[in-house]
Antibody
Framework: EVQLVESGGGLVQPGGSLRLSCAAS????????MNWVRQAPGKGLEWISY????????YYADSVKGRFTISRDNAKNSLHLEMNSLRAEDTAVYYC????????????WGRGTLVTVSS | SYELTQPPSVSVSPGQTASITCSGD??????VCWYQQRPGQTPLLVIY???KRPSGIPERFSGSNSGNTATLTISGTQAMDEADYYC?????????FGSGTRVTVL
């Protein structure tokens, strides 16, 4: 069974940093590209970052470019998101999501981890 | 940046057909997928590559994409289909979600 479990969320002050992780199991992690998607309270989905299976290609939404860094450890079946210079508008539930083979859509999602940026 | 536009809400009677649109410039040139998100739940992929259904998704869900508009159609809508629906498409180096449509089954 495919499982994605996010961790690392919490309360952080504006300007602070946080590192999210996503533990993957039930599939060959190294064969799939992965993403981070967030959802602010009561709002819609926002894609924020993509990483290819080999880490050779990464993309970011303009809203997080230069502040967030996506990475993965295929040996440990884990995905990470390093978040710096956090702002109130970064408050959201952060989901990790697996791309279908062939890409273009996310076929499995974790349950998410809540990040709250507030003083 | 690329934008996808969805109507904020759609209402449908049980057993009737609900159609949710997603508009974007030359959208037919991109693959569109659709997600269902019930309250308090994780998004669920219901349509990928414009019109394909993942395993386990009921046949009443169908999709199309032509011109500037993609459409998710729910035939014979059931109460369990009440949820938010999001379209998504790739724009070269960024993935884009539509703003979402709340489907209410009256």
């Amino acid at each position: 069974e495919v499982q994605l479990v996010e961790s690392g969320g919490g309360l952080v002050q504006p300007g602070g940093s946080l590192r999210l992780s996503c533990a993957a199991s039930g599939f060959t992690f190294s064969s799939y590209s992965m993403n981070w998607v967030r959802q602010a309270p009561g709002k819609g989905l926002e894609w924020i970052s993509y990483i290819s299976s080999s880490s050779g290609t990464v993309y970011y939404a303009d809203s997080v470019k230069g502040r967030f860094t996506i990475s993965r450890d295929n040996a440990k079946n884990s995905l990470h998101l390093e978040m710096n210079s956090l702002r109130a508008e970064d408050t959201a539930v952060y989901y990790c999501a697996r791309d279908r083979v062939g890409g273009f859509s996310h076929d499995y999602w974790g349950r998410g981890t809540l990040v709250t940026v507030s003083s | 940046s690329y934008e996808l536009t969805q109507p904020p809400s759609v209402s449908v009677s049980p057993g009737q057909t609900a159609s949710i649109t997603c508009s974007g410039d030359k959208l037919e040139e991109r693959y569109v997928c659709w997600y269902q998100q019930r309250p308090g739940q994780t998004p669920l992929l219901v349509i990928y590559e414009d019109a394909k259904r993942p395993s386990g998704i009921p046949e009443r869900f169908s999709g199309s994409n032509s011109g500037n508009t993609a459409t998710l159609t729910i035939s014979g809508t059931q109460a369990m289909d009440e949820a938010d629906y999001y379209c998504q498409a790739w724009d070269t180096t960024a993935n884009v979600f539509g703003s979402g449509t709340r489907v209410t089954v009256l």
